[in-house]
């Protein structure tokens, strides 16, 4: 097994410690493991505001990785780390070897998270976020599930602000990984499972859990890292 370098990128609401559970895995197989923290959420939620944006995300990541100077590495997004792990995929595809998309979104060149949900899930969004000055709750957003007491209320700008491509196609010679959570059917996630099951340019993988993959299954998901080429 070879070393890797892993940015792993937290979702919406969240924040680096949604990984914790994966780290020993992974440290104890030899990997440099590398949380991005996005503006507002985790040891950043002293940044919050409703003026952050999905760019101001995709920003977060690309500066660790330009700070630290990474390379070759395997970037790992869950959920809404879907959008963000896209846009710096683009921004520093040579420096990008593997994707791996967590039960995560997958846009299009244009297209903003809202695009891809639900229209009962984007019209709640909107609603609490227009009652709560631009900022979307946790609980709210998932239906009232508890919620971690670490998570923060997120910018509604993150989910209706478009992802544009900024260098064209993105590469066909990165490494891409999907993993589709399937005990919670239907999902949004099901849409890009479908897609990329039937490229053979894809590893696919679906796994009987929730969404919350490597708080659920965090040994099944080391094992997966591990095995990524």
Same mark, same amino acid.
């Given at each position: 097994m070879s070393q890797k370098t892993f940015v792993l990128v937290h979702g919406a609401w969240g924040g680096s410690y949604n990984w914790f559970p994966i780290l020993p895995g992974l440290k104890a197989a030899?990997?440099?493991?590398? /949380?991005?923290?996005n503006s507002g959420h985790g040891e950043r939620r002293h940044l919050s505001n409703p003026n952050i944006t999905l760019e101001t995300h995709i920003l977060d990541t690309?500066?660790?990785?330009?700070?630290?100077?990474?390379?070759?590495?395997?970037?790992?997004?869950?959920?809404?780390?879907?959008?963000?792990?896209?846009?710096?995929? *683009?921004?520093?595809? *040579?420096?990008?070897?593997?994707?791996?998309?967590?039960?995560a979104f997958v846009p299009k060149d244009g297209k903003s998270l809202d695009d891809y949900a639900p229209a009962d899930r984007k019209k709640e969004r909107k609603r609490t976020a227009q009652e709560n000055g631009g900022m979307v709750p946790y609980m709210v957003a998932v239906g009232g599930q508890p919620a971690d007491?670490?998570?923060?209320?997120?910018?509604?700008?993150?989910?209706?602000?478009?992802?544009?491509?900024?260098?064209?196609?993105?590469?066909?010679?990165t490494h891409k990984t999907y993993v589709l959570a399937i005990e919670n059917k239907p999902?949004? /996630? /099901?849409? /890009?499972?479908?897609?990329?099951?039937?490229?053979?340019?894809?590893?696919?993988?679906?796994? *009987?859990?929730?969404?919350?993959?490597?708080?659920?299954?965090?040994?099944?998901t080391v094992s997966l890292l591990n095995s990524l080429a």
């Open positions: 030899g990997h440099d493991v590398f /949380f991005a923290s690309v500066n660790l990785i330009l700070h630290h100077d990474l390379q070759n590495i395997t970037l790992v997004g869950h959920s809404y780390g879907g959008m963000i792990i896209t846009g710096v995929w *683009d921004r520093l595809r *040579d420096r990008i070897h593997h994707v791996v998309y967590l039960d007491p670490r998570s923060t209320a997120q910018s509604e700008l993150t989910f209706s602000t478009p992802l544009y491509y900024k260098n064209g196609s993105l590469p066909k010679d999902s949004p /996630f /099901f849409q /890009f499972g479908e897609k990329v099951k039937r490229d053979p340019s894809w590893n696919y993988f679906e796994i *009987d859990s929730g969404h919350n993959i490597m708080l659920e299954k965090p040994d099944w």
